[in-house]
């Protein structure tokens, strides 16, 4: 029932696994990326960009491959791609995603730099769900992680994961449970 798309490591991804949570298959637009190995029990799928016509073209084909799998509720998780409306609207209002900070404040692909450069208080482990924006779909859950003296975007990261590890199994269980 759950599909994850992951660009990179893959923690999130792991998190989702080691609840329990009934992932079904997972995708990336990496062909290296070690989420892809964390889940090599499962179907896996990488569809880089360079490989399609346009993104038009690979989200569809991604949209495809997980709707052939099953998929109901997509989880980004680390998925460093915006989605286009032709992948979106195959799943809609089934597509969320998790990002370190708060928003709309901190949106894009570097929010604990920007959290670190404009001194603010909180990062955050941030669920929302997805639209054809960088960031601006609706917040279903947010918890502040304090930014503490002397931190840096390394530092502020392993404690923001460890937060958004648990806030996204809750959220995607919620999910589920609909």
Same mark, same amino acid.
């Given at each position: ?5 992951? =660009? ?19 995708? =990336? ?6 989420? /892809? ?9 990488? %569809?880089?960009?360079?490989?399609? =016509? ?32 032709? %992948?979106?609207?195959?799943? $809609? ?6 990002? $370190?900070?708060?928003?709309?404040? %901190? ?21 929302? %769900? ?11 859950? =947010? ?24 806030? /996204? ?5 919620? /999910?589920?449970?609909?």
């Amino acid at each position: 029932m759950i599909g994850v798309l992951a =660009s990179g490591e893959g923690t999130n991804l792991q998190a989702l696994l080691d609840a329990g949570l009934p992932v079904v298959a997972v995708a =990336s637009n990496r062909r290296g990326a070690r989420a /892809l190995d964390r889940a090599a029990h499962l179907p896996t799928a990488a %569809f880089p960009l360079d490989e399609y =016509s346009d993104r038009d073209a690979r989200d569809a084909a991604m949209a495809d491959w997980l709707q052939e799998h099953g998929v109901r509720l997509v989880v980004c998780a680390g998925y460093m791609h915006v989605l286009r409306p032709v %992948f979106l609207d195959r799943f $809609p209002d089934r597509v969320v995603n998790v990002h $370190p900070a708060p928003l709309p404040e %901190f949106p894009g692909a570097h929010p604990l730099e920007d959290v670190l450069a404009a001194g603010a208080p909180n990062a955050a482990a941030t669920v929302h %769900f997805v639209d054809a924006g960088v960031d601006t779909g609706k917040v279903i859950a =947010s918890e502040p992680v304090p930014v503490l003296p002397g931190d840096t975007v390394e530092s502020l990261r392993e404690r923001v994961h460890a937060v958004e590890h648990r806030l /996204l199994t809750e959220v995607v269980r919620e /999910l589920c449970a609909r």
